[in-house]
């Protein structure tokens, strides 16, 4: 078993940044692709980014490219997401996630709890 925690949340104005964490305990993460979705109310969890199991290779979404950098150090079993030119569209509960690297939430085991972002205009 994976538990996962995220941080990092908060309020922050439109062009500001913000940097998420993703803890894990229970079990390394170093084996898993781990991702980062997010979900606005009444919305379905979207995918954002993920990274692979020894960090060589990520991926973000063409919403967020530029913009958003995801990074892991599997020493100490966490993941980052450094969220920067935050939008008001960013809004929304962020997770991650350890799996075996879809795009879709199916293809990932364990997730956080979330944490609230929210990008003021």
């Known amino acids: 078993q994976v538990q996962l925690v995220e941080s990092g949340g908060g309020l922050v104005q439109a062009g500001g940044s913000l940097r998420l964490s993703c803890a894990a305990s229970g079990r390394t993460l170093s084996t898993y692709t781990m991702g980062w979705f997010r979900q606005s109310p009444g919305e379905e969890r979207e995918f954002v980014a993920k990274?692979?199991?020894?960090?060589?290779?990520?991926y973000n979404t063409d919403s967020v490219k530029g913009r958003f950098t995801i990074s892991r150090d599997n020493a100490k079993n966490t993941v980052y997401l450094q969220m920067n030119s935050l939008k008001p569209e960013d809004t929304a509960v962020y997770y991650c996630?350890?799996?075996?690297?879809?795009?879709?939430?199916?293809?990932?085991?364990?997730w956080g709890q979330g944490t609230q972002v929210t990008v003021s205009s």
């Open positions: 996630a350890a799996g075996s690297g879809s795009h879709q939430p199916t293809g990932y085991d364990y």
């Open positions: 990274i692979s199991w020894s960090g060589r290779t990520t």
